[in-house]
């Protein structure tokens, strides 16, 4: 990992708008690896980001895709789903969107990110394939991909992935899952058991907010610290004033995780929405999504904390409002310490 950032930080991919330019490039530009989220964005929405990186820092960067899911939905589970939906809706005074599915424009991405020598690529929801994999490589760029199991480590490293990002039950925001199980791998037991089967570069995801939490996965193995929930609060970051309020002041005293909001397992805030519709939500991604949109959105216009999504970690009481160059400052000098 040193060759690509200086630091062994790097700033988590947040989808939904809070991943931005200036975000990345802060953290790029103060010697950790920024990464751009191109889940929920058109591919010319993310080529118009990556122009506008390249304008921000010289230094490495990396995009996140969203690998598409072919898992089957049951469609009176999803039908009865909707219907329940509607007593949020009816609260909130919106509608239930219509689900549908989609691949995020995969292809288009990709082409995008080979187009501009995207740095580093990692992938959230799958791996992709061999070939995938090796015309990244061969164009230059780091090849990441996120497990949350050892047996997801072995399907990435069979496909020539360069790193993997070990994603722990603490993290905040999507479980990157893509092979059914039935263990949720605290980070520390799964960075042990994937360091076992592989000498590549690990990097540590999931509650880690100091330079302390940093240092404690170094010790274990791991190459790189990915931080999320540490820059939803920074100026840079594209979190709405709901989200950044919720988490500094505290307003929730835990976090879980549900499919409530998108129909895939993700780690929040317990609130209103959760604790209503966590246990009858069905795995229909992105179904889910797209029907409780609408909800999500007049929720954080009515700045309600109760019935939208607040992705965070574990860690989330130790967040600060600070610039992102200070954080990244904060977590070396506590690293060094």
Known sequence: MEDICKYPIVQAPMAGGVSTPKLAAAVSNSGGLGFLAAGYKSARELEQEIIEMHSLTKKPFGVNLFVPTNEKVAVDALDCYQKELLKAAEYLECQVDIPKNDDDEWNAKLDTIQ?????????TFGCPDREI??????????????ITTPQEAEVALRAGADALCLQGIEAGGHRSTFLESSVDYPLMKLLKEVRSITKKPLIAAGGLMTGSDIKRVLQEGASAAQLGTAFICCPESGASALHKESILQKRFNETGVTRAFTGKRARGFVNAFFISYDKSAPSAYPHIHYMTKPIRA?????????????????GFTLAKKLPAHLIVEELVQELNE
């Open 133 to 146: 994999v090796a015309s990244l490589k061969g164009i230059g760029s780091r090849v990441f991909v996120t």
């Open 298 to 314: 007049k929720a954080t216009q009515m700045n309600n904390p109760e019935y939208t999504s607040l992705w965070a970690g574990t």
């Open 115 to 123: 187009k501009h020598r995207v740095p580093a690529v990692s992938f």
